[in-house]
């Protein structure tokens, strides 16, 4: 009988990268998170099987897949409000939140992911990337992961799968031709250096603490694009960008401005946000920044209405309020 313990030993480590894998399958945390858990309990019952023709990793990565494709065949896809239509035409009127039943993508923090890993799966958990992904059928989504961003083999990817290499290489030539329509390459694969990022953050943080509009369009791409699910409506455009922030965000507390801190979310730079509540200041979301090629300007604000998003990033679940 193969030793418990040491699946456990062997299997532990790679729990947060399956987390990563999952997450790119299905555009939600906490769908992964209960797939890793179905993949691990799987894996335990049937490693008094397992041979060894593979290394443990490989079969877990094997069994996640399979575990993911089934519930993706019960799970609608996840978009972003930019993937459901067409950017709003009326920036400062109210926006209504979407139906509940939208079940939109959901944010990866970096806390949540093994730093060694993350710094390899920093590409490809990008939020672009991710909100294509959900684009495609699940076989393609599961074929373009496993060679292009895992790297296998398409005989490997064959045997996970249960079917043919002829397939595999036919299904990624489709997933190819599919991203390619969802999404520019741009989009997908821009990527400035760090200490560009961390520069761009901080003026980013300063310009909207202190509501200081012009400094924040300073740092916004003429194209520059927001979204903040749950709420359906979207932005396009440095002018309906700014006249959205300037009546709906900027003020919206009577003069008590937001406080932010600095974090990393889908392997992008990131602010939580805190609004005044009394004595202190509590959670009210996490926004994604989308740095154009050049480093110093903004491309997208993905701004995620969720105030629990904030500690799952790691950051305080309280800030105190400034006495003056």
Avoid at 104 to 132: F, I, K, N, T, Y
Avoid at 177 to 199: G, I, K, Q
Wanted: glycine letters at 6%; hydrophobic letters at 45%.
């Amino acid at each position: 009988m193969a030793d418990r313990e040491e699946f456990v030993r062997v299997a532990e480590p790679l729990r947060r990268e399956l987390l990563v894998h999952c997450y790119r399958m299905l555009g939600s945390v906490d769908d992964a998170e209960d797939l890793v858990q179905e993949t691990y309990l799987r894996a335990w019952r049937a490693y008094d099987d397992f041979e060894g023709r593979a290394s443990v990793r490989t079969w877990l990565y094997r069994i996640a897949t399979r575990t993911c494709l089934t519930a993706i065949e019960t799970r609608g896809r996840r978009p972003l409000p930019s993937g459901i239509g067409a950017p709003s035409d009326a920036p400062q009127e109210p926006v209504g939140r979407a139906s509940d039943d939208v079940p939109w993508l959901q944010p990866l923090p970096d806390a949540l992911v093994d730093p060694a890993s993350l710094v390899v799966a920093r590409g490809s958990v990008r939020l672009a990337l991710v909100a294509a992904l959900q684009e495609l059928p699940a076989r393609q989504r599961a074929v373009l992961i496993l060679r292009e961003v895992l790297a296998w083999r398409a005989s490997e990817v064959a045997a996970a799968l249960g079917t043919s290499t002829a397939a595999v290489k036919s299904t990624l030539q489709r997933a190819r031709a599919r991203l390619d329509e969802v999404a520019s390459a741009e989009d997908l694969l821009s990527e400035p250096a760090a200490v560009d990022e961390r520069a761009l953050l901080d003026r980013y943080m300063a310009a909207f603490e202190r509501g200081d509009a012009d400094a924040l369009a300073q740092l916004l791409y003429d194209g520059i694009e927001l979204e903040m699910p749950p709420y359906a409506a979207w932005f396009s455009g440095k002018k309906d960008v700014l006249a959205f922030l300037g009546a709906r965000v900027l003020d919206p507390f009577g003069g008590l401005r937001v406080r932010m801190r600095p974090t990393r979310v889908n392997g992008q730079p990131a602010v939580g946000t805190y609004k005044p509540e009394g004595e202190v200041y509590r959670p009210h979301s996490v926004q994604v920044l989308t740095p154009g090629a050049d480093g110093e300007r903004i491309a997208r604000i993905t701004a995620f209405l969720d105030p629990g998003l904030v500690e799952r990033c790691g950051l305080p679940p309280v800030l105190p309020r400034e006495r003056s």
